[in-house]
């Protein structure tokens, strides 16, 4: 996923000039951590940008056709999983080292992006995806308490600002990437294996930082996660944290469409034609590799530019509220994040979309990597890999409510698919079976004598599908909202 300056330049503020060799400051480890965490994300970005649409798309286009529910359910439940189990893997790690741990989860997640383009039911699918799921569990944790360990009080703004830069140079250029395989599933998760096994090139690199956990000699895991427990109810008595924790959850919530939902979305209704024939005239390159049908862009590439601008803009923000109070400038960040992920639903013409995306970009980039900076200043020392752990418990909560929206609710407010089938029933018309869901959209069309896009515009005006940025900015705000009301009144005890 972050100084003021005095309009005044006088000598107090030369204190500020060593600040530009901050970069210094950081030790290998964080950059061996950093560069890890790159191929990491490209590996995982680069399958899960196009996974909403793998999961809902047309089997005429390799998509498995599941519903949208069924997709909600997949990657709000699953990915949910993956970031509620480094509570107990960030002891795990602190206990039996950050480097064996990174092997494990390596060899988990080369193994399951290997697997999963295997199986095409639910069942299989879901159960696969949360195998992959723990290989990013194991992973997390020991990453973020590595950057914990390796910043300082002066260096954890800049620091975490790098790492999330990083994490989203990954973001950008993984799904770039496999976009160009999109033509076989089974290379999207392939491309995804390769990526992460260029990190067991890396591992021998990675210095172990000092660990939190004190080993016992004949220590069992079971007394371990015994011992886990004890931990997690001394920390839930910690109501302010906790307060933090539930208000942070609505925030992920709201932020996660942008991958159950924006993708979706932008294939089903948003005209990517003036993009596509602006490429096709500049840089023919783009429209020709990520373009699944002439006069359409992929949907994954329009959403990427999140990640794009937040390679090109992060430090300079990052450096903009280096001063601020964390709490201030999530507040900030959350409150101009939900409104530009509003923004993405509310027009079908693409050019105002990827100016909302940039909003939406602008506000992650001040607030989202303040989340672990926070949360990193709380951790006694002693306990930063097992706190780190804890940061997940609100994107394990966002992501299981964001799975409801970007399912149930989705479905029958904007999905295309289940109006086309409303649309087709109230007007009596015949639909064949067995075909897939774009033939059975176009023959829609063609018994009411409008081209494919003639029907979605209709669509559009009769269902008002955009209906669903009131639900985000409602759940932005209200996080926005409740921030507020702790820093005034809880934060200040």
Known sequence: MFYRYSATFTDKHCQLLPEMN?????????????????????????????????????????????????????MGVG??????????????????????????????????????????????????????????????????????????QATSSIGFGIFYMMVNVGAFFGPIVTLLFKGSSHLIFYVSAVMVGLNLLILPFYKEPGRDGNKQPGQSLRETFRSLLLNMAGIFKDIKFVLFLLIVAGFWTMYNQLFFTLPVFVAQWVDTGPLYYFFHACIPFISENYSPAPGVMDAEFVTNMDSFYIILFQVLISGLVMRLKPLHSMMAGFLVCSIGMALTFVSQNVLFTMAAILIFGLGEMAGSPKISEYIGR????????????????????????????????????SDKVDIAYRFATANGLQIPPNLSTNACFEEVARQVNLTPQGLTNLLWDTYNPS???????????????????????????
């Open 378 to 413: 709380l951790a006694p020392d002693g306990k930063k890999a097992l706190y780190m752990g804890y940061s997940f418990i609100p994107v394990f909560i966002g992501n299981v409510l964001a799975g409801i929206v970007s399912g149930v609710v989705y479905q029958r407010m």
């Open 22 to 74: 901050i970069f210094n400051k950081f030790s290998r480890t964080f950059w061996v951590a950093n560069t890890i965490e790159l191929f990491e994300r490209w590996a995982w970005y680069g399958f899960f940008m196009l996974f909403a649409n793998y999961l809902t798309g047309s089997s005429d286009l390799g998509g498995l056709e599941f519903s949208q529910s069924q997709k909600g359910t997949i």
């Open 79 to 152: 990915t949910g999983i993956l970031y509620f189990l480094p509570v107990l893997t960030g002891a795990i790690a602190d206990r039996y080292g950050y480097k064996r741990v990174l092997l494990l989860a390596f060899a988990v997640y080369i193994s399951a992006f290997i697997l999963l383009p295997l199986f095409s039911s639910f069942t299989g699918v879901f159960l696969m995806y949360i195998y992959l799921a723990i290989g990013a569990a194991l992973f997390k944790p020991v990453i973020q308490a590595t950057i914990a360990k390796t910043t300082t």
């Open 467 to 493: 209906g669903i940025w009131v639900v985000l900015l409602g759940i932005g705000l209200f996080a926005v909202v409740s921030l507020f009301i702790y820093d005034k009144i809880i934060s200040r005890q």
